[in-house]
């Protein structure tokens, strides 16, 4: 491990093992959660995930390692990686200081049981049934948001868990910053008939066998390694790193949009390509992780930039063909650049997830909109549906036709996590960054996807550039190491007009 | 929790709330290497299970809780279950005071990658690609045996830690007392041509699909509830308890024998069963395990007693004369009756789970043989083969032509288990004590099974007698307690008379 030569991260890299062992399984128990488990295993597996929890807490919090840590504080010279040890072992100290072992018991063990109610009323379309455990929830977020204690807003300490130095204020500038480029582009857009229809015209029902083959060979084209890769079925598709050889994606089947699988496979196999690309050296280190808007940018990138692109479309017309009659005929008539309509359309929709290149934003920026006055004790829970429901006429037009098509579609909230939903924009917005600095180096995305070697060369271009990283650099700052900028949104912004309103 | 009233005790189980985590997580880690875990995963898990071992043993010594122990074990006055209790802890405490904490890291890394190379050695039928990490295994085997020191002989430790208080020297008797007897009900068996043609009869090729549906309709004649259980497939049949709500089983599929994966799937059902009929009071506690006699009487329960009984073979011969059309010709001709014969055929076969109820206890003699030499350090890794193969032809007359139906069967010395097999013997003699009991109270096991609510009062039965204790009972302390005798092999013996030399 030449990277940390530094004596006393030696020291804390050795005991960081038991605190990385209890992470590895515990992140092992939730992905079972949601893969696996029997529902009636869900109490007892809370109880676990409580304890492993305090467990960790408590290791973390032995005062020999603190120790350590204060020593690496005040060490001089240590190289990008150890400097990376120290800031995110200070970050972790400070959080589990200020937060009382009761109460991350009890926020493990609520957020568990949460998962199967926030299932079943979503299942029911029932948000009454999911509203008394979510009013726990909200208010453990805001006591967090208290024992973690903030200057301007409660909101604050909760959005920086996900992204490290990030504050309400700057998710509102970011937001400010894109809202109205990308109303305009959305406008633009509208008026376009034939992109608009595209959805409705492919309206059908598909074999759920060769959706499954499909996705097999959207891996296969993706190059995914199966020795330290598996895909399973989940409501809602999420991605499991259990370590730097193995990672786990999920996704589901929706028998009336067969993107609505494909586009999550590959988006999910963004984010364990970040996972596996990472430095062997900083396996099983605090450096192994990485930050949220970071992740995001990588499971974006092959979600929009290369699976929504004509040349890796083209790949799969064929085998497209098998899913339903009715698009046997459409890409017969139609060919790739019906495919490729169909992917890129830009309509409102209920579904943030199912949301397109554009309005995808604006399902954030409600998100962000709640969440924020939720914490701040200024919405009620009952509330949600329909304020909600207003935001989304204000912002796409639309309402939906009941709450799982609406307030209820997320997992989030039940898993407690207030102040992530930020991120999947900003790292959407970062996905054309490292697109716009790989092309400068390695030619234009149409070109590698058209050659045999381009998804070789792109995932080692993202490996060398962001996923051997870990988290050994924040946002901003790998974002500056790498592109020579912070946090932009032009990039993507010029990308959206040329592809959506000047073609 | 009006079962525990000592105060001390109480102490205890709160405290013990943190091991029992420590072991759940453990546990589906372990059963995910099995199930899920991409290959590649394997160094990885082997760490994280390292270190959560070694974790377990040093919170259970912490001086807080070995006082709370030995406070209790000084108590008097305490119920039956409050007595499991300190038997129980008393019994890990010794063993994990014995045992350095690097010894268990150690084990546990190197079984967790033996894992892998067995499969990979079994697949190859190459020996030799398994000899060298088998060997680190024994080595660590007869360690473990110096560490926990013995007075008789090194195996007994082992055997101990699997059944409690049981020595070699038990073993070796209770084999004297089977093997004459077992030996002439076969040489009786094998003169009846019938039988012994019975398997070759049914060599054909079974469709997998539908012999899922007919393990699935086999559960579902037990009644399972799969709120609380699942069952995927895995090389070597498996059951994990991962709480009294969490049990999930695992079989294979043999496309040349169906009821390799139908018997399986019931022996590893009564498994789950056992863990699942735990009373609810036990959960989280020391006492919601078992010893393994008492849980291989339950496995052995529904698979000998229950799947291989005519009554309910008869449930399924509709479904089975789908799996083949050679099957459905068989069964067309020779009814329930040949099914039968052919579940309950007495040959001498290579495999220990396919073995039936009469060769079984053979493989499981030369199991013990050979263990007990190889801990002794009077049988070399190299020269397991050679040995097993002759053995094989000592007890039961054949020779096997690979490795893979030899000496690489079993998963048990990859995982390190030395001294597990003879339970599955005695376990399996057991089962019959069990059965005659509760025939006396219910009536005989074919009414019962002839009738529609008899897997109910069978599953009750168990529930009420075995499983909802857990192991509050030593495993003759138990069978005192419910039959009134120790272990005795006579009710097997005049079990297997009257079915296979009588008839």
Chains 1, 2 share one sequence.
């Not at 030569?5 to 093992?17: A, F, G, R, S, V």
């Not at 299932?119 to 948001?145: H, N, W």
């Not at 790989?438 to 995932?459: A, H, P, V, W």
Request: charge should be negative; glycine fraction near 6%; proline fraction near 4%.
């Amino acid at each position: 491990m030449e990277k940390f030569q530094n004596k006393i991260i030696k020291e804390i890299l050795e005991y960081y093992e038991n605190l990385w062992s209890i992470s590895h399984v515990s992140s092992l128990a939730r992905w079972d959660i949601r893969t696996n488990m029997p529902k009636a295993g869900s109490k007892a597996r809370g109880k676990a995930l409580a304890k492993m929890g305090s467990l960790r807490q408590k290791l973390f919090l032995k005062p020999e390692f603190i120790d350590l840590i204060k020593k690496a504080e005040d060490e001089k010279e240590l190289n990008d990686y150890e400097q990376g040890v120290v800031r995110v072992l200070g970050k972790s100290l400070e959080k589990y200081e200020k937060l009382p072992k009761e109460f991350l018991e009890k926020k493990a063990e609520i957020t568990t049981e949460a998962h199967g109610i926030w299932e079943k009323a979503r299942e029911d379309q029932d948000f009454k049934k999911f509203a008394p455990i979510l009013k726990e929830i909200v208010e453990l977020a805001r006591q967090e948001a208290d024992y973690l204690g903030y200057e301007a807003h409660p909101y604050d300490p909760l959005v920086d868990s996900f992204e490290e130095g990030l504050t309400t204020k700057q998710v509102s500038e970011y937001f400010e910053s894109i809202k109205n480029p990308l109303k305009e582009i959305f406008e633009k857009v509208q008026k376009n008939e034939n992109i608009a229809q595209e959805h409705v015209l492919l309206d059908t029902h598909y074999f759920e066998e060769e959706m499954k083959k499909l996705n097999k060979k959207l891996l296969e084209e993706l190059e995914v390694d199966r020795t330290q890769f598996r895909d399973d079925i989940a409501v809602h598709p999420f991605t499991t790193t259990l370590g730097i050889n193995d990672a786990r994606i999920t996704t589901r089947y929706n028998d009336t949009d067969f993107k609505m699988s494909f586009l999550p496979t590959a988006h999910e196999f963004g984010h364990a390509l970040h996972g596996l690309q990472c430095d062997p050296d900083l396996a099983r280190t605090p450096l192994s992780g990485h930050g949220m808007s970071i992740g995001e940018s990588q499971s974006r990138f092959i979600e929009n930039l290369i699976a929504r692109s004509k040349p890796f479309l083209a790949r799969f017309t064929d085998d497209m063909k098998e899913l339903s009659p009715e698009i046997k005929d459409f890409i017969n008539k139609e060919g790739v650049d019906g495919v490729y309509r169909y992917f890129n359309a830009v309509q409102p929709g209920f579904i943030r997830v199912e949301g397109n290149e554009i309005t995808y934003h604006f399902h954030i920026l409600l998100r962000f909109e709640i969440e924020k006055e939720l914490i701040a004790g200024n919405i009620k829970v009952e509330e949600l549906p329909e304020i909600w429901n207003s935001k989304m006429k204000e912002y796409l037009g639309i309402v939906p036709p009941n709450d799982s098509l609406g307030v209820l579609q997320d997992v989030h909230w039940s898993e407690g996590y207030f102040g992530y939903f930020p991120t999947y924009s900003m790292g959407t917005f970062i996905s054309q960054m490292w697109s716009a600095k790989m092309q400068e180096e390695l030619g234009t995305m149409d070109d590698l996807l058209n050659s045999d070697d381009g998804i070789r060369k792109i995932k080692k271009w993202l490996g060398d550039n962001v996923h051997k990283y870990g988290c050994t650099y924040t946002m901003n700052g790998l974002l500056e190491k790498i592109v020579g900028s912070r946090l932009d949104p032009q990039p993507m912004l010029d990308y959206l007009e040329e592809k959506y309103v000047k073609v």
